[in-house]
């Protein structure tokens, strides 16, 4: 009884063992068949998150490209405009240059024409000048001929006079007629003087004139040149503040680009690496 009691513990043992290593064969192809489920499941997850990071890192070469097309395109249009603004300054200088060249052409012409209104006028006055002083010569001439016909008549009326009773003799009726003559060629002189004198003081007065518009011309061109000088400098300080402005307003929009750009490259980061 003994022994049979411990061949069917014996044997139980042995069904109990094999039991105990098949279900350990079990739990071990369960454990290797979750370890496989797993580790096809990990495979797939990290495939996944493989195409997920290229399918996101191709959207960011797409953005980024994408920016750097609209970077460049706004780049291209800033230069355009900046042609375009450079281009329109010089055709405005140049018609600046132009008008101001246009003006001076005019002034020249001005000027030309009245030194040439001047010296017609003082040829004139010249000519006029030396006709009075030559129509006085030929009439002091001419009254000169006369008086001395007047003396020769005199002298041979004397010559064929009555000689017994003559009122005056014939040294004083000569120093007579020459007292006369030099009073008439004193007068002659005085008139011929005078009118010297006149034409003098004309051709004076025509002179200050002259002198006078010349220096209003000086005064009126100094004038238009120092408008000009200062609109010039005006306009060259207006543009150059303008300028001013100008770069001060694409150094805002550039400082204020690269700040927007690390801003968003600083949120990618934060975004990859709180993912990651």
């Known amino acids: 009884k003994e022994k049979e009691k411990d061949r069917h513990k014996e044997r139980r043992e042995k069904e109990r063992a094999k039991r105990d290593k098949v279900r350990d064969k079990e739990v071990d192809r369960d454990v290797d068949r979750e370890k496989r489920e797993r580790a096809k499941e990990k495979k797939h997850r990290e495939k996944d998150k493989a195409r997920k990071e290229k399918e996101k890192e191709k959207e960011r070469e797409r953005e980024e490209k994408e920016k750097k097309k609209r970077e460049a395109e706004a780049e291209a249009e800033r230069k355009r405009k900046a042609d375009a603004d450079a281009e329109a300054e010089r055709k405005r200088k140049a018609a600046e240059e132009e008008e101001q060249k246009r003006q001076a052409e005019a002034e020249e012409a001005a000027e030309a024409e009245r030194a040439r209104r001047k010296r017609a006028k003082e040829e004139e006055e010249e000519a006029a000048a030396r006709a009075a002083e030559e129509e006085e010569e030929?009439?002091?001439?001419?009254?000169?001929?006369?008086?001395?016909?007047?003396?020769a008549a005199a002298d041979d009326d004397d010559d064929g006079g009555?000689?017994?009773?003559?009122?005056?003799?014939?040294?004083?009726r000569r120093r007579l007629r020459r007292e006369e003559e030099r009073?008439?060629?004193?007068?002659?002189?005085?008139?011929?003087?005078?009118a010297r004198e006149k034409r003098r003081a004309e051709r004076e007065a025509a002179r200050k004139a002259a002198e006078e518009e010349e220096a209003a011309i000086a005064r009126e061109r100094e004038e238009r040149a120092r408008k000009r000088d200062e609109e010039a400098k005006a306009k060259k300080e207006a543009e150059e503040a303008a300028e001013q402005a100008k770069a001060a307003a694409a150094k805002k929009e550039r400082d204020e680009r690269a700040e927007r750009e690390a801003s968003e490259a600083a949120a990618a980061a934060a975004a990859a690496k709180e993912k990651e």
């Open 162 to 172: 009555n000689e017994e009773s003559p009122r005056l003799t014939y040294a004083e």
């Open 183 to 194: 009073k008439a060629e004193e007068e002659a002189e005085r008139k011929r003087a005078e």
């Open 138 to 151: 030929r009439a002091a001439k001419a009254e000169a001929e006369a008086a001395a016909a007047r003396r």
